[in-house]
């Protein structure tokens, strides 16, 4: 079966632009969650989708959101990109949200 | 707030030099503990779930322990493509089901 799949793999954008990552959770699973990872760092908690409901917000600024699919896929849009948003994205699936998450390979986002 | 921290930071192991790692937390009430490892430019790799002190798992080389307030992973006779960096996780109830990371230990093993 496949896993968690995310695209674009690699991203470069210059700040003040917007950016779309996408997540395709393991077939089965009704949760994404997605999370951000400076290098060096564990990763950080964004949001939480389940049955396109968000279940759950990290500490970030309203510059991010997401939004999950009927068909349980997902995006996480981020405005008005600042330096500081460079890092690993990550996207995690599970079958509610209250168990083992699965992660993706990430999106690697580079602001310039 | 729930916390997490890893110890060491980085270690650096001969192969077959078993040793341990420590993740130590504070958290209002467990649901669970995660292990995963990350190779470098990856997304994190499941290892373990742990849901109650005294637990214990196993997986080739690897066995993650839990107590009320940290969680070792156990590595005995480590190959160099154990080299990674391991991370710890924490998800609290009731309700958030958010992980909390720590910043992991990255390890090497040397041949």
């Known amino acids: 079966d496949a896993g968690v799949t995310q695209s674009p793999t690699h991203l470069i954008k210059t700040r003040g632009q917007h950016v779309t990552l996408r997540c395709s959770p393991i077939?089965?699973?009704?949760?994404v969650s997605w999370y951000q990872q400076v290098l060096g760092q564990g990763p950080q908690f964004i949001f939480q989708?389940?049955?396109?409901?968000?279940?759950g917000r990290g500490n970030f600024p309203d510059r991010f959101s997401a939004r999950q699919f009927p068909n349980y896929s997902s995006e996480l849009n981020v405005n008005a990109l600042l330096l500081g948003d460079s890092a690993l994205y990550l996207c995690?699936?599970?079958?509610?949200?209250?168990?083992?998450?699965?992660f993706g390979p990430g999106t690697r986002l580079l602001v310039l | 707030e729930d916390q997490v921290t890893q110890s060491p930071e980085a270690l650096r192991l001969q192969e077959g030099e078993s040793s341990s790692l420590n993740c130590s937390y504070t958290v209002s009430g467990l649901r669970g503990l995660f292990w995963y490892r990350q190779d470098p430019g990856k997304g994190p790799e499941f290892l373990f779930t742990l849901y109650s002190a005294g637990e214990e798992k196993e997986k080739e080389r690897l066995k993650a322990t839990l107590t009320k307030k940290e969680s070792f992973l156990h590595i005995t006779a480590p190959k160099p493509e154990d080299s990674a960096t391991y991370l710890c996780a924490v998800q609290a109830r009731p309700g958030r089901r958010a992980l909390t990371f720590g910043s992991g230990t990255r390890l090497q093993v040397q041949p």
């Open positions: 995690a699936s599970s079958t509610t949200g209250g168990e083992t998450q699965y």
């Open positions: 077939s089965g699973h009704k949760s």
């Open positions: 989708y389940y049955e396109k409901e968000e279940r």
